[in-house]
């Protein structure tokens, strides 16, 4: 089965610094989803990458999508106390995973000011 | 706000009940998925339906049953509950039948004591 693998599982950083999380999947990408989610509650979307060295931003976060890794990353520049949360990338594999999203573990962000 | 609702936001119950979990999609979304979230599992995908057919099953137990009706509000059934069914329950729904943006409910804190 696939597995979804999100690094760090949590971080601590301080206000204005930059920040990197990364995901990596066992299997072929054929897109990668970002959520961010406060504790509790619902998970927003983000972006999705589809495309071999696509790349998004918005406001201060920006995804890169590296489709021969399988792998994406979130940075955060300059982060703030709002981009305090969980944040969850979602896969999609096609057949190998049952055209539905399969989950990383999250990685927790703390902020400190 | 996503657009997704979800009753009722907190369940608490005993063991060996049944409960069930409701949700409303986003105006005009015709997919709606139903999740579970615990600490020790993650995000789980448990079951998806597309304008009111069953179109894809994940981790969904023999326990659990789920509907979308016409009016494309979805129920999720849970029976014979089980001290490790306590979790998180999100809905979410997405306006097409395949892998997309999904838009999350504050989602149903189920409690089985």
């Known amino acids: 089965s696939q597995e979804l693998e999100q690094s760090p599982q949590s971080l601590i950083v301080q206000e204005g610094k930059n920040l990197t999380i990364n995901c990596t999947s066992s299997?072929?990408?054929?897109?990668l989803y970002w959520y961010k989610q406060k504790y509790g509650e619902g998970l927003i979307f983000l972006m999705m990458l589809q495309k071999g060295g696509e790349e998004k931003s918005h406001e201060k976060i920006t995804a890169k999508l590296d489709e021969k890794k399988q792998q994406s990353s979130l940075h955060i520049t300059a982060s703030q106390p709002s981009h305090a949360g969980i944040y969850l990338c979602?896969?999609?594999?096609?057949?190998?995973?049952?055209?539905?999203?399969?989950w990383g573990a999250g990685t927790k962000l703390i902020i400190k000011p | 706000d996503s657009g997704v609702t979800q009753t009722p936001k907190h369940l608490i119950t005993a063991t060996g009940q049944r409960v069930t979990l409701r949700c409303s999609p986003r105006s005009g979304d015709l997919s709606v998925y139903w999740y579970q979230q615990s600490l020790d599992q993650g995000l789980q995908f448990l079951i998806q339906?597309?304008?009111?057919?069953?179109?894809a099953k994940g981790n969904i137990l023999e326990r659990f049953s789920a509907q979308q009706f016409p009016d494309l509000h979805s129920e999720l059934n849970l029976s014979s509950l089980e001290l490790g069914d306590s979790a998180l329950y999100f809905c979410?729904?997405?306006?097409?039948?395949?892998?997309?943006?999904?838009?999350f409910g504050p989602g149903t804190r189920l409690t089985v004591t």
């Open positions: 979602g896969a999609d594999s096609g057949v190998d995973s049952n055209y539905q999203l399969i």
């Open positions: 339906y597309y304008n009111g057919e069953e179109r």
């Open positions: 299997k072929t990408l054929y897109g």
């Open positions: 979410a729904s997405s306006p097409l039948q395949g892998v997309y943006e999904q838009y």
